[in-house]
């Protein structure tokens, strides 16, 4: 199994909860697919697209749960990125943790296996 993980506001997470689904964040909307990070990639992605910014969670999900709408398409510096083509059912959300700031302002991301 291979963990997949979304950073995303909890104002965001929660509504998702409330519809059962996530659609995605403005940027995901705007690009046509929701954005994931590998294990590795996490922090980093942190670290570039959410520094400064307070209450975030990282949700965890199985890689193999998403079927064929997920596909592995190269990103910064040529390296494979987990992009969602569809919805994310909040059923399949196996962890939520929370990522608060660290001293150098990037959220702090936790790995869950």
Do not use: N
């Not at 909890?10 to 590998?38: C, K, M, N, Y």
């Not at 199985?62 to 059912?89: I, M, N, Q, T, V």
């Amino acid at each position: 199994m291979s963990r997949i993980y979304k950073i995303l506001p909890r104002e965001a997470w929660e509504a998702a909860l409330a519809q059962r689904r996530f659609d995605g964040s403005p940027v995901d909307l705007q690009d046509g697919f929701i954005h994931f990070s590998t294990a590795e990639q996490a922090q980093e992605t942190a670290r570039r697209h959410f520094a400064g910014q307070q209450d975030l969670v990282v949700l965890a999900v199985e890689a193999d749960d998403l079927g064929s709408a997920l596909r592995w398409e190269a990103s910064r510096g040529g390296a494979l990125f987990p992009h969602l083509y569809a919805r994310l059912e909040t059923a399949l959300v196996r962890a939520v943790t929370e990522a608060p700031l660290g001293a150098d302002g990037a959220p702090q991301v936790e790995i869950s296996e």
